[in-house]
């Protein structure tokens, strides 16, 4: 039996009170037909990604619109040359990101440029300066440079969903064009639809993976 909005809507703010990282008296919660809308201002960017989190924790959640604005402490503001400075420092620290990657910072915002050989290298670099302080948004620019053909490139993405053997495989479909992926069909839950994924960005020459695999909860 699925969830009335009006229940989710409930489930979804106990799970913002519930997480520690949030002040979920600042977030406000819409639901229409599972689709969730998070309204408000939170006092960094982590915890835009921290709401979304908890948000997706729920069971019943079918999309999340984001709609919250970073409104920075007193005592997080820094100036952009000091922002610039700590992203540079944590780029370079992080044994994920290559030395390829850039920071530009422009009141508060910062914009990652590159090219980098894998797509974990692209997503660490924006989790290594998305917690800085005084950060209200993070633009990643960094491109991903192919390498394998478009046939080469569906056989290991499905070989690697074969091996997870996860319970919604036969249910994903797959199409490549190149070193982009696209993954449609179902799944069960946020998580088997992340790991799908990330099982696509782990083939080597992908460059871009679009995600359209809807939940569809079983009760």
């Known amino acids: 039996m699925e969830k009335t909005d009006t229940q989710l809507k409930k489930d979804i703010e106990e799970e913002l009170r519930w997480d520690p990282k949030l002040n979920a008296a600042q977030i406000g919660v819409s639901v229409d037909k599972g689709v969730v809308t998070l309204l408000g201002a939170v006092d960094s960017y982590a ?25 920075v402490l007193d005592g997080h503001r ?24 850039r920071a530009v910072v422009d009141q ?36 991903i440079k192919p390498q394998i053909d478009a046939v080469a490139v569906r056989e290991k993405v499905e070989a690697a969903l074969q091996r997870q053997a996860t319970r919604d495989g036969q249910s994903i479909r797959i199409e490549t064009s190149g070193g982009k992926v696209t993954l449609s069909g179902h799944a069960s839950s946020w998580e088997s639809i992340e790991n799908a994924s990330d099982a696509a960005w782990a083939a080597p020459g992908v460059t871009q993976v679009v995600d359209e695999v809807t939940v569809s909860w079983r009760t």
């Open 108 to 143: 508060g915002s910062i914009t990652l440029s590159g090219t980098v050989t894998w797509n974990y290298e692209r997503e660490a670099a924006e989790k290594a300066v998305r917690n800085l302080a005084g950060v209200v948004a993070v633009h990643n620019s960094v491109t």
């Open 78 to 101: 820094h100036s952009d040359a000091d922002l610039a400075i700590a992203a540079q420092t944590v780029l370079k620290w992080d044994v994920f990101v290559p030395d390829s990657v």
């Open 47 to 71: 915890e835009k990604f921290a709401a979304e989190d908890a948000t997706k924790r729920v069971s019943g959640v079918r999309t999340v619109a984001q709609d919250l604005t970073v409104k």
